[in-house]
């Protein structure tokens, strides 16, 4: 990270606030070289102190910024915008719910927030996942690649973490942080829930990958279901549609039911994922369809009695 980068977050974390003394002993404490030589007075014990309370920030920043909450007000306008929807979901977050990873395979992956939040109609599941040999292995998205639809005879990498302006591509190679590394990507399969299949279908989509090179993925869903107002939606929809008048009854006595027996011990989910690592010249198929696959099994908690 430059010193720019570095200015730049101290100063997001106080709000330009931090003296320029304060940036110039932080910097000698993380990357001693130019600042060692321009530090040769004695920092006294309140600058001392601060430089710690503001390296404790730049950890926990490090270590939590892109999570669900960062997520809502960064990168989901539909949610951030509706204040009653953001409250309601942040009131049913549960972060790092007890969960089993099932495989193998070269990544870890965990469910990292969950919120079952009816009152917004909405349920919001993130998950990342995190090479287990950093020193072999780059992590991407298998959707970072090609992301313009271009028929062209090399893959392209597009990258657009949160800390970079504007996505950048090109091919795959020379866009990772160390070519001589092998380019693994990751892809989200499906989440089973089950019998909530023909109702838990995701609405929206997201993926990033942190400057810590980890990859997080966010899915959300509706709970419209949940709802008696669903069911008239449905019998209405029916009127105007016949043909869909079976499907639509099949839906709305599965409804009727699941709201009925979704209770305190919640909904048992599984995560499906797919890792394939990334070699010159491999063809499409062995892209897309080869790899390993692995699951997540967790519980959704619903707080229902």
């Known amino acids: 990270m430059t010193e720019r980068e570095l200015r730049e977050r101290l100063n997001s974390l106080a709000g330009n606030g931090i003296p320029a003394e304060t940036h110039r002993a932080f910097l ?8 060692k030589i321009r530090m040769k007075k004695k920092i ?17 920043i490090g270590a939590g910024i892109y999570n669900l909450d960062w997520w809502l007000n960064n990168r989901n306008g539909d949610v951030s915008e509706n204040p009653e929807a953001y409250r309601a979901v942040m009131a049913h977050l549960v972060e790092d719910p007890e969960q089993q ?25 993130s998950f990342s996942a995190a090479v287990k040999e950093p020193e072999k292995y780059e992590l991407y998205s298998l959707w970072s690649l090609n992301e313009d639809g271009a028929d062209r005879e090399d ?7 949160p800390d970079v302006e504007g996505p950048r591509h090109g091919p795959v190679k020379e866009m990772m942080d160390d070519a001589a590394k092998t380019a693994l990507f ?3 399969q499906e989440f089973d829930f089950m019998d909530l299949k023909p109702f838990i279908r995701p609405s ?89 696959e692995g ?11």
């Open 101 to 125: 990873q099932s495989g193998e395979g070269p990544v870890n992956v965990a469910i990292r927030d969950v919120s079952w939040a009816p009152e917004a109609s909405k349920l919001i599941i």
């Open 204 to 292: 929206s989509t997201d993926e990033y990958r942190t400057p810590e090179g980890d990859v997080v993925y966010v899915a959300e869903f509706g709970l419209e279901w949940l709802n008696e107002e669903y069911d008239q939606g449905l019998r209405d929809y029916a009127e105007e549609h016949p043909e869909m008048k079976e499907y639509n009854e099949q839906k709305i006595e599965t409804a009727k039911r699941l709201r009925t027996e979704i209770g305190e011990t919640g909904v048992p989910c599984v995560l499906h994922y797919r890792t394939v690592a990334f070699s010159e010249g491999m063809d499409g198929r062995e892209l897309y369809e080869g790899g390993e």
């Open 295 to 305: 699951q997540v099994s967790f519980v959704i908690q619903t707080g229902n009695e």
């Open 28 to 35: 000698s404490a993380v990357s001693p070289g130019k600042e």
């Open 44 to 60: 006294s014990a309140g600058l001392v102190f601060a430089l710690v309370l503001v390296l404790l920030a730049v950890a926990a």
């Open 155 to 161: 893959q392209w990498l597009w990258r657009g973490e």
């Open 186 to 188: 990751i892809e989200l």
